[in-house]
């Protein structure tokens, strides 16, 4: 029907999330529409996905080995905030009063994909607590898979530093990504914690 070229264009762009065959094509168009320059961003910015890593510290995306939020020494390193996904990082900083560091466990406990905690990047967390650590606050997304998450850390955390969870106001089943700035800034100052 379509040159391969084409058909391969749509059936790439039918691997996204929410695209169908009638919307791939009608991107695939798009993009075929477009001027040359245009098109050689858009392979630009596709080939520098290649060069983003996980920082080593927290996990974050990073195009080096250490994200710029944990190279930045005007963040207090003693508060860390422990987020599902490094998108999860964007909401929070979108609200510009949190301070402190992230950690991001890249996924969530879920026993019924097989997801298992050995397999969250949560032993990395573990190595960076010590006796300086103030606070860990667990931001994960209020679902089921999320709060199985969050008391997991909770008793693995018990007796070790302060742990404290977000504040409703962030609707279960809903997702970090989607909060405003105020909603999420409301569940920061109503969280609630075990003393250490």
């Excluded at 860390?80 to 969530?108: F, T």
């Excluded at 190595?127 to 898979?145: C, G, W």
Aim: charged content about 20%; aromatic content about 6%; proline content about 3%.
């Amino acid at each position: 029907m379509y040159p391969n070229q084409l058909e391969n264009l749509i059936f790439a762009l039918q691997r996204l999330p929410g695209v169908g065959a009638k919307t791939a094509e009608r991107y695939a168009f798009t993009i075929l529409d477009w001027d040359a320059e245009k098109r050689k961003d858009l392979i630009a910015s596709l080939n520098g996905i290649d060069q983003i890593q996980h920082c080593e510290i927290c996990g974050n995306l990073s195009s080096g080995k250490i994200c710029s939020i944990c190279e930045n020494h005007n963040r207090n390193q003693n508060i860390i905030c422990v987020v599902s996904y490094p998108k999860d990082i964007v909401a929070i900083e979108n609200m510009q009063s949190y301070e402190g560091v992230y950690h991001v466990l890249n996924g969530l406990i879920n026993t019924s994909k097989g997801i298992l905690p050995d397999m969250l990047n949560i032993n990395a967390l573990l190595k960076r607590i010590n006796e300086e650590t103030e606070e860990v606050i667990l931001a994960v997304d209020p679902t089921i898979e999320g709060e199985t998450t969050a008391l997991y850390l909770e008793k693995l955390l018990q007796g070790h530093v302060k742990v404290s969870k977000l504040a409703h106001g962030i609707p279960v089943g809903g997702h970090l990504d989607y909060a405003d700035a105020r909603t999420l800034a409301k569940a920061f100052e109503g969280r609630s914690s075990n003393e250490k």
